[in-house]
C-alpha cells in the first residue's frame, strides 16, 4: 500500500529544491514565459499578414506543447537532482517504494504544469488576445489529460534509461521529448506531413489532440468534444504508459542487477 | 513496478511512524537483527561477493574489513536493497528482506562518506524530508534533539553543501538516527575525514551506541577504527570472509612479535647467540638489537642472552595489530584464516 506520507516527503522535497534551483526555475517558468511571448508576436505577425485562425495555432500548439514539456521535464530531471546530489540512495534506504517516488514526481509535474500552463495562458490571453478558454473547460480537460499521461510515458523510459546507463545520457532528460513535437504535428495540420510520416503521427496520442484543438478554437462557436480522437488519444495512452511501465521496471531491476544503481552517484 | 510494490500489502496493517519494536514477531533468535547466509554477487564473470555468510548481534558493532575491492561496498549495497544479490538469502530481525523490504528499511539506517543529502536545500528540510519518509509525525522535536545531541543546532538553517565535510558527516548521522534505527549501516563514514573530525565522530558513534542501544555494521579499512569500535571483526578479500574473530582474537591469530633489546655486554655474544638459534636481527644502534621471533620464544630468548652474560637493560615487545593482519591478508598469507 502506498503512503501518502511518503509521497508528501518526495513533494516536500521537490518543493525544496525547486525553489532553491534557479535552473529549474529557467528551464520551467522562463522558458514557458519566452517561449510565449515570442511565439505571441509571431502569431500576431501572422495573424495580420495571413489567415487569423490559422495564425493562431501556432500559440495554441505552444500552450498545450508545454503541459508536455514541463510534465516529462519533472519526472525526468527531478531523480537527476537527486543522483547529481548523491542522495538517491538515501531516499531508496528508507521506506520509499519506487512507485511511491514515481507517483510523488508525476504529481509535482502536474502541479508546476498547472500553475505554468495558468500563467503562460493568461499571458496569452492578456498581451496577445488569445483565449485557450475557447475550447471549452471538458475539452481542456481532455488535452491535458491525455498529454500528460503521454509525458509520464515518455518520461518514464527516459528515467528507466538513465538508472540503466548512468548519468552519460543525461541530456535525454530535457532533450529526447522534443522529437515528438514535429511528429505529433504540434503547430501544424497532420496533413502537412509526408504519408509516411502521417502515419507515424496518428500512432502517437499527442497528434490527435492537436489536431482535435484546431478543430475545436478553428469553430465559430465553443465546439463540442471531438469523442473519437480523445478515444483514440486514450487508448494509444494506456498502451503506450502500460509498456512504459514495463520497461522502467525492466530497466531498473536490470540497474540493480548490473550494480548501476548504486554507482550512477559514484 | 519495483520488486518492493508486493512487500507494501504486508505493511498494509501497520500504521504510519516508525515501526514499534515489539510489534513484529520475531521468528529467529531476538538476538540477531542481521543474518546473511550464502550471499553472492556476479557482474558478468566477476564474482564480487562469494558465498559469505554472518550475522549481526543486536548491541554489536561488527566490522566488515578488507582492501579496496574486497566486496565491502557492494556487500552493503545488497543490504540495504539497491543492488540485486545473484544468491543468498538475507534476513532483518527475522523476516526476509526481500520479501518485508519496507518493513525492514524501517528499522534500519545508512550512513556514508559516499552519499551526501541535497546540498542546495537546508539541513533542517533535508532531515524534515527524511523524517517524513520515515513516519515521523511531528519531526521537529526529534531533530532539535539529535541536532543538539550531535552540537550542530546552529547549522540547522544553512545549506547542506555550505557545510565542512565534518560537520556534513555529522548531519548523515542524524539523518541515520532520525527513526530511532536499531541497526545502522555505515559504509566507511570517516573516509573524507581529517584525523582530528574522524577521532570527534567515533566517539560520537561510540556514544551514540552507548546512548541509543544501536548496533551497527561496519565497513572501514582504517585499522585503528575497527580496533577502537568493533566487537567483531569479518576480513573480507577478493570476495571472501577470510577471518571472522575479535579485533584481540585476529592479532592472537600472528604469531610473529618483534623484541627490542637494549643491553649491556658484547655485540658478537648477542649475535653468535641469535646466528645460533636461528632468529633474524637487526642492530639499529650499537647496543640495541632488534629481534623478529615468536611470542613463544621470547622467555627463551632473554633467558639465554642472561646466561651467557649479557645485561638486558631494556625489554620493548611490539605485538601484532590488526593492521599487520590486515597487511597479511591483502598480500596473500594463510595463516590468518
Known amino acids: 500500500m502506498m503512503s501518502g506520507n511518503r509521497i508528501g516527503a518526495v513533494l516536500l522535497q521537490e518543493l525544496y529544491i525547486t525553489k532553491r534551483s534557479l535552473e529549474v526555475i529557467m528551464d520551467l517558468l522562463v522558458f514557458s514565459l519566452m517561449t510565449v511571448v515570442v511565439f505571441g508576436f509571431i502569431t500576431r505577425f501572422l495573424v495580420g499578414a495571413m489567415n487569423a485562425t490559422a495564425g493562431s495555432y501556432l500559440i495554441l500548439g505552444l500552450l498545450l506543447w508545454e503541459i508536455i514539456r514541463i510534465n516529462q521535464y519533472s519526472l525526468s530531471v527531478g531523480s537527476l537532482w537527486n543522483i547529481w546530489a548523491r542522495n538517491l540512495s538515501n531516499l531508496f534506504i528508507a521506506p520509499l517504494s519506487l512507485t511511491e517516488y514515481i507517483v510523488a514526481h508525476m504529481l509535482s509535474g502536474v502541479l508546476k504544469t498547472l500553475v505554468i500552463f495558468g500563467v503562460i495562458s493568461a499571458i496569452a490571453a492578456y498581451g496577445f488576445h488569445f483565449n485557450i478558454l475557447r475550447l471549452g473547460p471538458l475539452n481542456l480537460a481532455l488535452f491535458f489529460m491525455n498529454l500528460t499521461i503521454f509525458s509520464w510515458a515518455v518520461g518514464l523510459v527516459v528515467l528507466g534509461l538513465i538508472f540503466l546507463f548512468g548519468t552519460r545520457i543525461q541530456a535525454l532528460a530535457w532533450g529526447l521529448i522534443f522529437l515528438f513535437q514535429p511528429l505529433s504535428a504540434t503547430f501544424f495540420p497532420v496533413s502537412i506531413l509526408p504519408p509516411v510520416l502521417q502515419s507515424v503521427a496518428y500512432a502517437l496520442p499527442p497528434t490527435f489532440v492537436f489536431e482535435a484543438a484546431r478543430q475545436a478554437y478553428g469553430a465559430a462557436a465553443s465546439s463540442g468534444v471531438n469523442w473519437s480522437y480523445a478515444a483514440a488519444a486514450a487508448a494509444e495512452n494506456l498502451i503506450y504508459f502500460v509498456l512504459a511501465v514495463q520497461a522502467f521496471a525492466l530497466m531498473v531491476a536490470r540497474s540493480r542487477r548490473t550494480g548501476q544503481f548504486a554507482r550512477n552517484e559514484g | ?337
Open chain 2, 1 to 337: 513496478m519495483d520488486n518492493a510494490t508486493h512487500a507494501d500489502s504486508s505493511t498494509a496493517h501497520q500504521q504510519e511512524g516508525p515501526t514499534p519494536r515489539a510489534a513484529v514477531p520475531e521468528a529467529r533468535s531476538p538476538e540477531i537483527l542481521l543474518e546473511v547466509r550464502h550471499l553472492i554477487k556476479d557482474f558478468g564473470r566477476f564474482r564480487a561477493v562469494d558465498d559469505i555468510s554472518f550475522v549481526v548481534p543486536k548491541g554489536k558493532i561488527v566490522g566488515l574489513l578488507g582492501p579496496n575491492g574486497a566486496g565491502k561496498t557492494t556487500t552493503i549495497h545488497m543490504l540495504l536493497g539497491i543492488t540485486t544479490p545473484t544468491a543468498g538469502r538475507i534476513t532483518y530481525f527475522g523476516r526476509e528482506f526481500v520479501a518485508h523490504r519496507q518493513e525492514c528499511l524501517q528499522r534500519i539506517n545508512y550512513a556514508s562518506s559516499f552519499n551526501t543529502l541535497q546540498g542546495r536545500i537546508s539541513v533542517w528540510e533535508n532531515l524534515l524530508v527524511f523524517a517524513r519518509l520515515y513516519g515521523l509525525t511531528n519531526p521537529g522535536p526529534r531533530i532539535r534533539e539529535l541536532a543538539a545531541y550531535f552540537e550542530i543546532i546552529d547549522l540547522l538553517p544553512k545549506r547542506y553543501w555550505d557545510l565542512s565535510a565534518g560537520q556534513k558527516t555529522r548531519v548523515n548521522l542524524i539523518k541515520a538516527l532520525l527513526n530511532e534505527p536499531e541497526l545502522i549501516l555505515m559504509d566507511e563514514p570517516t573516509a573524507s575525514l581529517d584525523p582530528d573530525i574522524a577521532d570527534k565522530t567515533l566517539s560520537l558513534i561510540e556514544e551514540a551506541r552507548r546512548a541509543l542501544g544501536v548496533s551497527i555494521l561496519y565497513t572501514s579499512h582504517r585499522m585503528d577504527e575497527v580496533n577502537r569500535i568493533c566487537d567483531e571483526v569479518i576480513f573480507l578479500d577478493r570476495g571472501r570472509i577470510v577471518a571472522h574473530d575479535t579485533p584481540l582474537g585476529l592479532t592472537k591469530r600472528i604469531d610473529a612479535a618483534q623484541l627490542k633489546l637494549t643491553f649491556d655486554g658484547e655485540r658478537r655474544v648477542v649475535e653468535a647467540f641469535l646466528v645460533e638459534r636461528g632468529q633474524r636481527h637487526g642492530f639499529p644502534q650499537p647496543h640495541v638489537v632488534s629481534i623478529d621471533t615468536t611470542a613463544a620464544q621470547i622467555p627463551a630468548l632473554i633467558f639465554g642472552l642472561s646466561e651467557r652474560g649479557v645485561w638486558i637493560t631494556d625489554i620493548e615487545v611490539k605485538k601484532p595489530t590488526l593492521e599487520d593482519v590486515f597487511l597479511r591478508i591483502a598480500r596473500g598469507a594463510d595463516d590468518v584464516g
